[in-house]
């Protein structure tokens, strides 16, 4: 539920979502996380475990109608996602959409990244069928992230890892492309990394830096105003 709130002048221009987003928010100490993907939840409950909230995911609200993803861009996906679980739940939500865009490939797979094939080692696979004969092998992983409340986005935060494709798989950690991907600075595969290690730097890390800091920024304006 959202809430209706007596709003002193110096809050006349603020969008009405955006005051709901944020005193629901204060109010409830919880948001959805808009994925029941138990390897995007772990980092989340990693990335997260500092603040003071309780994340509930769509494994929580089983009956919860999944939106199609229609979008052209990364933003877009995740809004659509982020939308959908706030109008649904009825509470503040984010979603994030995420992928790897290889120079070679015109920056497949993109925003296919999760449909290029049928399982991991079959999308990494035709990945590197892909890149065989090819020099370039620069890539980066991007993540975009939307925080929405009562349907509507109010925000998106993108972050972005560049690095390189490997030949081969290498590591057990992570999931996804991992396995290939050489984050620029190490000699390390994502998937070589440490769960802490990967949340120092990954695409992910960085684009939740942004919508916490935005948050933060946020609530400490309310409270300095009532």
Same mark, same amino acid.
Not at 134 to 144: D, G, I, L, S
């Given at each position: 539920?959202?809430?209706?709130?007596?709003?002193?002048?110096?809050?006349?221009?603020? %969008?009405?979502?955006?005051?709901?987003?944020?005193?629901?928010?204060?109010?409830?100490?919880?948001?959805?996380?808009?994925?029941?993907?138990?390897?995007?939840?772990?980092?989340?409950?990693?990335?997260?475990?500092?603040? +003071?909230?309780?994340?509930?995911?769509?494994?929580?609200?089983?009956?919860?109608?999944?939106?199609?993803?229609?979008?052209?861009?990364?933003?877009?996906?995740?809004?659509?996602?982020?939308?959908?679980?706030?109008?649904?739940? +009825?509470?503040?939500?984010?979603?994030?959409?995420?992928?790897?865009?290889?120079?070679?490939?015109?920056?497949? %797979?993109?925003?296919?990244?999760?449909?290029?094939?049928?399982?991991?080692?079959?999308?990494?696979?035709?990945?590197?069928?892909?890149?065989?004969?090819?020099?370039?092998?620069?890539?980066?992983?991007?993540?975009?992230?939307?925080?929405?409340?009562?349907?509507?986005?109010? =925000?998106?935060?993108?972050?972005?890892?560049?690095?390189?494709?490997?030949?081969?798989?290498?590591? =057990?950690?992570?999931?996804?492309? +991992?396995?290939?991907?050489?984050?620029?600075?190490? +000699?390390?595969?994502?998937?070589?990394?440490?769960?802490? =290690?990967?949340?120092?730097?990954?695409?992910?890390?960085?684009?939740?830096?942004?919508?916490?800091?935005?948050?933060? =920024?946020?609530?400490?304006?309310?409270?300095?105003?009532?």
């Amino acid at each position: 539920m959202l809430y209706n709130i007596a709003l002193p002048r110096r809050y006349a221009i603020v %969008p009405a979502q955006k005051l709901n987003f944020f005193w629901s928010f204060k109010i409830m100490a919880f948001i959805v996380a808009a994925t029941g993907n138990q390897h995007k939840l772990a980092e989340y409950a990693q990335l997260l475990a500092d603040q +003071d909230i309780e994340v509930k995911s769509l494994n929580d609200y089983p009956n919860y109608p999944e939106p199609e993803e229609n979008g052209s861009s990364f933003a877009e996906n995740a809004s659509i996602k982020a939308a959908a679980a706030s109008k649904y739940c +009825d509470v503040p939500a984010f979603a994030d959409d995420s992928g790897l865009e290889v120079e070679a490939l015109d920056g497949r %797979p993109g925003i296919h990244s999760s449909r290029y094939a049928p399982s991991d080692p079959e999308r990494i696979a035709k990945l590197l069928k892909e890149l065989e004969g090819k020099e370039n092998r620069r890539a980066r992983f991007v993540c975009v992230i939307a925080i929405a409340a009562n349907g509507e986005v109010l =925000e998106t935060f993108e972050g972005e890892v560049k690095g390189t494709i490997l030949t081969s798989p290498r590591g =057990e950690n992570g999931f996804g492309y +991992d396995p290939i991907f050489q984050p620029d600075g190490f +000699d390390k595969s994502f998937a070589e990394l440490t769960q802490e =290690e990967k949340n120092r730097i990954s695409h992910r890390a960085m684009a939740y830096a942004k919508a916490l800091e935005f948050v933060d =920024e946020e609530l400490s304006i309310l409270d300095g105003g009532f």
